[in-house]
């Protein structure tokens, strides 16, 4: 398992403040407070409907919420233009779920395109970028060429993982990373994404449901219920919330064999 060395500051990169999405008549979420410090994973769990990627979605600018601010690099995104709110989007990589690679384009073209577009690149200088980007995240060199059709799920995510740190994001937003891959997959991406935050220095907001990688890749997790941060916090201290979703989903049998797993891990790590 990859060991995690947070550079964490008590310094939020992000903070939510009051945050309300509202669709219609339902309510997703109702003053909802959350921080982001510098150099740490954070995970974002939460049950089915709680507003999840909603969040993560409001905070990159793919969603406009109904009120509340958002303050990131200590500028209120809210308030700012588009073109202005599009410089700052551009130190974000988002990794969303299912990849959402172009399915016409081949890799590198994939990679490529926000480095011509946002960075001003050569095709030939973002091509080459993008075969190194490729490369960071493990996949081998003959997969630049191939189409996302050709790709088992784990490549596809890795390719769309290269694509989030193609413009070199200070903050990396992914969205169920893990989901669809089978459980070797997830434990070798769940160590890229440790091992990548600690070598690019980056800060990541992670949405999951997956145990594992909260044990292996999160400092801390934010909870998700009744329209709010119920509890954000370590996982040890988030553990002993006294919340029934909570307390199965930590302390259920997934929870108990996450909690094996990441024992036995540690154990075998050299000392």
Same mark, same amino acid.
Not at 45 to 72: F, Q
Not at 140 to 145: C, F
């Given at each position: 398992?990859?060991?995690?060395?947070?550079?964490?500051?008590?310094?939020?990169?992000?903070?939510?403040?009051?945050?309300?999405?509202?669709? #219609?008549?339902?309510?997703?979420? +109702? #003053?909802?407070?959350?921080?982001?410090?510098?150099? /740490?994973?954070?995970?974002?769990? =939460?049950?089915?409907?709680?507003?999840?990627?909603?969040?993560?979605? !409001?905070?990159?600018?793919?969603?406009?919420?109904?009120?509340?601010?958002?303050?990131?690099?200590?500028? +209120?995104?809210?308030?700012?233009?588009?073109?202005?709110?599009?410089?700052?989007?551009?130190?974000?990589?988002?990794?969303?779920?299912?990849?959402?690679?172009?399915?016409?384009?081949?890799?590198?073209?994939?990679?490529?395109?926000?480095?011509?577009?946002? $960075? =001003?690149? !050569?095709?030939? +200088? $973002?091509? /080459?970028?993008?075969?190194?980007?490729?490369?960071?995240? =493990?996949?081998?060199?003959?997969?630049?060429?191939?189409?996302?059709? /050709?790709? !088992?799920?784990?490549?596809?995510?890795?390719?769309?993982?290269?694509?989030?740190?193609?413009?070199?994001?200070?903050?990396?937003?992914?969205? /169920?990373?893990?989901?669809?891959?089978?459980?070797?997959?997830?434990? $070798?991406? +769940?160590?890229?994404?440790?091992?990548?935050?600690?070598?690019?220095?980056?800060?990541?907001?992670?949405?999951?449901?997956?145990?594992?990688?909260?044990?292996?890749?999160?400092?801390?997790?934010?909870?998700?219920?009744?329209?709010?941060?119920?509890?954000?916090?370590?996982?040890?201290?988030?553990?002993?919330? !006294?919340?029934?979703?909570?307390?199965?989903?930590?302390? =259920?049998?997934?929870?108990? $064999?996450?909690?094996?797993?990441?024992?036995?891990?540690?154990?075998?790590?050299?000392?």
């Amino acid at each position: 398992m990859a060991e995690h060395h947070p550079r964490q500051q008590k310094t939020p990169v992000i903070e939510v403040r009051g945050l309300s999405n509202r669709f #219609g008549a339902h309510v997703v979420h +109702d #003053g909802l407070d959350l921080d982001l410090y510098t150099g /740490e994973i954070l995970g974002v769990v =939460g049950g089915s409907g709680t507003g999840k990627s909603v969040l993560l979605r !409001s905070i990159v600018g793919l969603n406009k919420p109904s009120a509340g601010h958002i303050r990131v690099f200590d500028v +209120d995104l809210t308030e700012l233009s588009g073109p202005e709110r599009s410089l700052y989007e551009q130190r974000f990589g988002v990794l969303f779920q299912g990849g959402a690679l172009f399915t016409s384009l081949n890799l590198v073209q994939n990679i490529s395109l926000p480095l011509i577009e946002h $960075a =001003g690149l !050569s095709r030939s +200088d $973002a091509e /080459e970028l993008s075969r190194m980007k490729l490369g960071l995240t =493990g996949l081998p060199p003959d997969a630049a060429l191939k189409y996302p059709a /050709e790709l !088992s799920g784990g490549m596809i995510k890795r390719a769309a993982l290269a694509r989030a740190l193609a413009l070199d994001p200070e903050i990396l937003f992914l969205d /169920e990373p893990t989901a669809g891959l089978d459980p070797i997959g997830a434990a $070798a991406f +769940d160590e890229l994404i440790v091992t990548l935050s600690d070598a690019l220095g980056l800060t990541v907001f992670l949405v999951t449901h997956d145990l594992d990688t909260l044990y292996t890749t999160c400092d801390r997790v934010a909870v998700l219920s009744q329209q709010k941060v119920l509890v954000a916090d370590t996982l040890d201290q988030v553990a002993q919330t !006294s919340d029934a979703w909570v307390q199965e989903y930590f302390h =259920g049998p997934r929870g108990r $064999a996450a909690i094996v797993a990441k024992h036995r891990l540690t154990q075998q790590e050299p000392r």
